[in-house]
């Protein structure tokens, strides 16, 4: 059983946006592990096979316990299709996680937002019984957590993720084809100068909101339930909210 499970469109796309707080589940000896929807086979650098062994890098950097590849198609994600929705079921039924995490379903790439939607969708139905059986037995993650990549939100809650920042650092240097300089490289919005930039700065925004130096933002759909809020609310370590978002 895992603890937490990410899933992104793209092989890159968790460690840009979640890397840190799949570190410190490793850190903290929770079982995490990543599902990527497509090898990336439209990107405009790198190859399927050199995503994928730049993926492989990526998460023995950030400690999960597992990642896979669904081969979805790159450019054709959709909630819509049942194919697609059964692969994501039958992930979910197998890995069994407590908590989910899936990018925020408003998004510049258009597979980005349909992940969002494909996860939530393939979420719920993992849990009914009498949806395709033969995917697995049942099973229902007690939440999605939201993260955003270009289209930024209002966040729910935001995690410190300063002890672990230069190993989030470290996995997204591993996707040397997508964000490297190398010679031959075609020009990208993300491996432009400012490319890699602009998710260090997010980064310490959101983390300068909470009284750190770096943190990542996620969005839960609903209230949380709260049996002590003292305790959850009011931690004697937890750092002071400078201004709100």
């Known amino acids: 059983m895992i603890d937490l499970l990410a899933f992104g469109a793209h092989p890159d796309d968790v460690e840009l946006s979640c890397g840190g707080l799949i570190a410190l589940c490793a850190r903290r000896g929770q ?30 950097a950030l400690g999960v316990a597992y990642r896979e590849n669904l081969e979805l198609p790159d450019g054709g994600l959709t909630a819509e299709d049942p194919d697609q929705v059964a692969a994501v079921v039958e992930a979910l039924r197998h890995h069994r996680p407590a908590l989910v995490l899936a990018p925020w379903v408003e998004a510049r790439h258009p597979d980005h937002a349909a ?13 009914v019984t009498r949806f395709r059986a033969d995917l697995g037995q049942p099973h229902r993650p007690k939440r999605v957590v939201y993260y955003p990549q270009r289209v930024e939100f209002a966040p729910s809650f935001v995690v410190d993720i300063s002890p672990v920042h230069g190993v989030k650092a470290a996995a ?13 490289a075609t020009p990208t919005l993300i491996n432009a100068p400012l490319g890699l930039e602009a998710f260090e700065v997010r980064d310490r925004y959101w983390g300068a909101t909470i009284g750190v130096l770096h943190g990542e933002p996620y969005r839960l759909r609903g209230p949380v339930p709260l049996t002590d809020p003292v305790a ?14």
Do not use: K, M
């Open 232 to 245: 959850t609310l009011v931690d004697e370590g937890a750092p002071p909210v400078l201004w709100t978002a």
């Open 172 to 184: 997204i240097a591993c996707h040397e084809s997508q964000f490297g300089q190398t010679d031959g």
């Open 115 to 127: 992940t969002g939607r494909l996860v939530e969708r393939a979420a719920f139905l993992a849990g």
């Open 31 to 60: 079982r995490a592990a990543i599902v990527d929807l497509t090898r990336g086979e439209l990107a405009t650098n790198g190859t399927p096979a050199i995503r994928a062994d730049e993926a492989e890098a990526a998460a023995e």
